[in-house]
T-cell receptor, first 109, second 112 residues
């Protein structure tokens, strides 16, 4: 079966750092994705990890540990516009994406 | 500009009616997908198509139907057999495998 877990909500302060965790159990693994979705809008691609380690892209970084079935998205120097839902998704052995429920991040001044 | 266009953005229907959601892309992508999103939940796959004239059921295909007669178009019909159709529907495409999905703006369907 497929199971992807993320916290439902998180709150952080503008300028701070926040880490959003994702754990997964899937039938096979071909990569892990993070998407950002502002309320009422379509998701947009943030990052893709297939090998263990940290991928950095500006203020956003994503980490993967395949042996632990674990990933996190790290957001630095938080801005108000970072308030959104962050979706973790895993590509399984059948090349299909399974999404987690998403983490709603609220950034406060 | 290349992208994915979904229409209508908002749609209301009465119980027992079928409704078709449009999805058109000019990205020249082979693969197209339909997802459903309920409040506070993640995306669930309804149907997907990797080439023209071929499509596969996703996790929640019951009560839905699709066609893929052209590479650019992948319409979704929500039939009266779908018991709880009120949701946000997202169409997406990718070059081949879902390495990076490009999403449309979504269609919000409300059943009255």
């Amino acid at each position: 079966g497929q199971n992807i877990d993320q916290p439902t909500e998180m709150t952080a302060t503008e300028g701070a750092i926040v880490q959003i965790n994702c754990t997964y159990q899937t039938s096979g693994f071909n990569g892990l994705f993070w998407y950002q979705q502002h309320a009422g809008e379509a998701p947009t691609f943030l990052s893709y990890n297939v090998l263990d380690g940290l991928e950095e892209k500006g203020r956003f970084s994503s980490f993967l540990s395949r042996s632990k079935g674990y990933s996190y998205l790290l957001l630095k120097e938080l801005q108000m516009k970072d308030s959104a839902s962050y979706l973790c998704a895993v590509e399984n052995a059948g090349n299909m994406l399974t999404f987690g429920g998403g983490t709603r991040l609220m950034v406060k001044p | 500009d290349g992208g994915i266009t979904q229409s209508p953005k908002y749609l209301f229907r009465k119980e027992g009616q079928n409704v078709t959601l449009s999805c058109e892309q000019n990205l020249n992508h082979d693969a197209m997908y339909w997802y459903r999103q309920d409040p506070g939940q993640g995306l669930r796959l309804i149907y997907y198509s990797q080439i023209v004239n071929d499509f596969q059921k996703g996790d929640i295909a019951e009560g839905y139907s699709v066609s893929r007669e052209k590479k650019e178009s992948f319409p979704l019909t929500v039939t009266s057999a779908q018991k709880n159709p009120t949701a946000f529907y997202l169409c997406a495409s990718s070059i081949d495998r879902p390495r990076e999905l490009f999403f449309g703006e979504g269609s919000r369907l409300t059943v009255l």
